[in-house]
């Protein structure tokens, strides 16, 4: 029998909703565009227009080892050229942001290639080859896995995420990378580590509550739906965990 | 699982001082308007000190307001204050830094100048193969001869320089025995009295596990393990037990009898507080990696003043255990930085800890009729895995609602490892206090991080990703290399060896194992007596009182040099 991936538990709008950005096989709605030059400034890995700078030479060049898995595993665009390594960090409001920092890192696993997510309380890291990264990038703006108020970049300096939300329903961050205008569109005035862009970066008005509530892939009993309602997922929790104590005991059959 | 009620609030009141005048229920508030830096007293007092000290050597210094990240200083929010748990005390997050509070200070110079040798191994020496006499006249003349050799002074010898008393004025021995009778025969300034310093029950217990023996409670001077090590505390100990014993019973300074007293108080009869630990941590004994969880309980005397709380007794052991193991071990000694600090207070301020906590007992008597209040060894919960589900599951459900509830204690909280080492120390006391197993403990702590990591999606940092999603396989298991008993675990434990905002609350789990049948001890009942001393400089009965008074100012600390050194 085929595996069939079940993305994970719960019987809630959150736990459908994590299952939905897992999913590859489900197109998530784009909500807004940015230009591939936007995405570019608000990196800040790179000028925009300029070429992308090399670890090694474009592999096409390169004299590779015969290797059965280099043959199995078709290189990714970046790295076929040789790119070097650079990041994307999101941060996620626990007020219904739409995407979290596990639910992030299950989604690129599920959806993307050659990268090395990085998973913590306030942020999450992706690193992979820069025009990959790029590509990768521009999707989780434009998406639904993003809310102009509720979700962040931030290369450092980020905390924001546990902080009740500003006046304006903008998240906390020291650096105000972005800012409410006053036609109602969240703008970057400094790329995702702080430094002043040359322009800025529109990424649209922020969604409104019932939206978020709706996308949201976070548990909240005060803004959101209550952890303690979905028992199917509390259940599939506790078993995992007595398995797992039981195998400590390194069991075996009689 | 089910909730249940509980109206008192703890931490409300902190929270109301901390954010006065906010609503504490409300998502929205106002950030960039605080005045970056000089909201906080503190702050201010650092930067003018800073400007002195640069006058004075030329060298600059703390200038946040240029330094920190690039001119855009800390306080675009808040600064809050915090309130030192079940103290009543509030004090500026800069004042719980080790550094800056003298009584984290002697907390842990208090551990490391401390051995306990045995004097069986003397007397029989002395007896046996010297044909001395040995009786309480002869013991209290000794320990006199040892209270004026051990801080620095020649007993011996002629012409020998000594250290001043002033230096060393913390230095002291005394002894203790469970023979009722002999302990009558001790000068009251040299005995450690268990009858009187703890509750008749545990007393009891002690004696009869302490039995006829003499141990001698050693504290060695703060100003020299502080300027050598911890394993110099044994060393120093015992070279001036073995003076002490020369001169007490007219010994030939160089007969070989001499080698057998110097054994028995450097190894035979040496009790240290903390296990040599392996190359790799380059650290010798008595220093904190190598302190067990349940010789760390034993050390805090919180279940010794408070025998009928032993929530509140854990509590305590997670407030110096999370200030020892992660502020100065992990924070410093092995990862070289300044202080995992604001991990650590989590724990041990605002009375968020201790709230979810008292959830927690009040759970324990309305669902398992087990009353806290009441500790017993024939009340506790039988400790199988449903229970152990059913009360993390509860446990930690209700305080991811509190902080859900009330997002100025999120704020407080900022960083998911605050909240993943609290919502998973209630749910590991709960559950070690309730069936006193250390391990059924350890256990409940682990579903709370995987419960708390699905709700949220997310945990703390990347250390967590190891140990705490792989830790329910190991917390009941004995299994070698991947399984203990809780008592024998410790900061060096193979999971536990890399990661704040743990070890405190684990020594915690398993104390409370104990606290919850009020046991006298939890490992070593002679390491719970030695601490029991009223003599100390740190009281071990109220240890984040002391960090309260610390952080106030108040503490007086030992080792000072202000004797020898030109007046401020």
């Known amino acids: 029998m085929a595996y069939k991936p079940q993305y994970g538990p719960g019987t809630s709008t959150v736990a459908e909703n994590r299952r939905r950005q897992m999913n590859p096989d489900i197109e998530l709605e784009k909500v807004r565009e940015v230009t591939d030059e936007d995405v570019v400034l608000v990196l800040g890995h790179r000028a925009p227009g300029s070429a992308y700078p090399t670890a090694h030479p474009p592999l096409a060049e390169q004299q590779e080892p015969e290797c059965p898995i280099r043959k199995i595993v078709e290189a990714t665009e970046g790295a076929k050229a040789g790119d070097r390594v650079r990041y994307v960090q999101f941060v996620d409001s626990m007020y219904n942001g739409p995407s979290q920092p596990y639910q992030r890192t299950y989604t690129e696993c599920y959806r993307f290639r050659g990268i090395d997510p990085g998973t913590l309380s306030g942020r999450q890291i992706v690193e992979c080859r820069e025009r990959d990264l790029e590509a990768y990038s521009k999707w989780l703006i434009e998406t639904e896995m993003f809310d102009p108020a509720l979700t962040s970049i931030r290369g450092a300096t980020v905390h924001g995420h546990s902080l009740r939300l500003a006046e304006d329903g903008l998240m906390f961050d020291m650096l105000q990378r972005c800012i409410l205008g006053e036609d109602g569109v969240v703008r970057y005035v400094k790329d995702q580590i702080g430094e002043p862009l040359d322009r800025e970066v529109l990424v649209g008005k922020p969604q409104d509550d019932a939206w978020s509530k709706g996308k949201s892939t976070i548990f909240h009993s005060l803004v959101g739906e209550s952890y303690r309602d979905d028992e199917e997922y509390i259940e599939y929790i506790v078993r995992v965990h007595t398995l797992r104590t039981k195998y400590g005991f390194m069991p075996t059959e009689e | 699982m089910g909730k249940i009620e509980r109206s008192q609030k703890l931490f409300l009141s902190a929270l109301k001082e901390k954010f006065e005048g906010q609503d504490q229920e409300a998502v929205k508030t106002t950030f960039y308007n605080f005045g970056g830096l000089k909201q906080s007293p503190r702050k201010r007092e650092f930067m003018k000190a800073a400007k002195g000290i640069e006058m004075e050597r030329g060298i600059s210094m703390y200038d946040p307001e240029h330094c920190h990240l690039g001119g855009l200083p800390m306080g675009q929010r808040q600064l809050m204050t915090y309130e030192v748990s079940q103290s009543g005390v509030f004090v500026e ?124 409670a050693i504290h060695i001077p703060t100003i020299v393990s502080r300027t050598c090590d911890g394993g110099t505390t044994s060393r120093w100990s015992a070279m001036q037990i073995g003076m002490s014993f020369i001169a007490a019973y007219r010994m030939c300074a160089g007969e070989a009898a001499v080698a057998d007293l110097s054994y028995a108080a450097k190894h035979a009869g040496v009790s240290q507080m903390a296990s040599i630990l392996p190359a790799r941590r380059a650290r010798g004994p008595n220093e904190p990696g190598g302190i067990k969880f349940g010789v760390f309980s034993d050390i805090v005397q919180a279940n010794r003043k408070y025998p009928n709380d032993p929530a509140r007794a854990s509590l305590e052991v997670v407030g110096a255990g999370t200030m020892l193991f992660d502020q100065i071990w992990l924070g410093s000694y092995m990862s070289g930085g300044v202080g995992f600090t604001q991990y650590a207070t989590a724990a041990y301020t605002d009375n968020i800890l201790d709230e979810y906590t008292y959830y927690g007992m009040d759970y324990l008597k309305d669902k398992y009729g087990y009353d806290f209040k009441n500790p017993n060894p024939d009340t506790i919960v039988a400790p199988t895995q449903d229970v152990v589900n059913d009360l993390a599951t509860e446990v930690n459900l209700n305080a991811m609602e509190q902080y859900e509830q009330y997002p100025t204690m999120m704020e407080d909280h900022f960083g998911g490892s605050q909240r993943a080492g609290v919502m998973a120390a209630a749910c590991g006391l709960t559950c070690s206090i309730g069936t006193g197993n250390s391990n059924a403990g350890l256990n409940g702590w682990y579903l709370s991080m995987l419960m708390h990591k699905e709700g949220w999606s997310r945990l703390g940092f990347f250390g967590y990703d190891l140990q705490d999603q792989c830790g329910s396989a190991n917390s009941l298991s004995m299994e070698p290399d991947r399984g203990l008993m809780g008592e024998l675990r410790g900061p060096n434990y193979p999971n536990y060896a890399m990661n704040v905002g743990h070890q405190g609350e684990y020594a915690a789990i398993v104390g409370g194992a104990h606290y919850g049948r009020n046991d006298a001890f939890c490992f070593d009942p002679l390491i719970k007596v030695t ?23 108040e503490f007086k600390p030992a080792g000072e040099r202000s004797l020898i050194i030109p007046a401020r």
């Open chain 2, 531 to 553: 601490f029991a001393d009223p003599s100390l400089s740190f009281d071990f009965a109220e240890p984040r009182r002391e960090f309260a008074k610390g952080a106030i100012r």
């Open chain 2, 93 to 216: 997050g800069d004042d719980l830094h080790f550094v800056n509070n003298a009584a984290m200070q002697q907390f842990w110079d208090d551990i490391r100048r401390t051995v306990v040798v045995g004097m069986d191994l003397a007397h029989a020496t002395l007896q046996k193969r010297l044909g001395k006499e040995v009786t309480p006249e002869t013991i209290n003349e000794y320990l006199h001869i040892l209270n004026h050799a051990m801080p620095g002074a020649a007993v011996v010898q002629e012409h020998m320089v000594e250290t001043h008393p002033g230096l060393v004025d913390d230095c002291y021995v005394k002894v203790f025995t469970g023979d009722d009778a002999m302990a009558d025969d001790i000068e009251p300034q040299f005995l450690i009295n268990i009858e009187k310093l703890f509750p008749a029950e545990q007393a009891e217990v002690l004696k009869k596990e302490v039995g006829k023996s003499i141990y001698q």
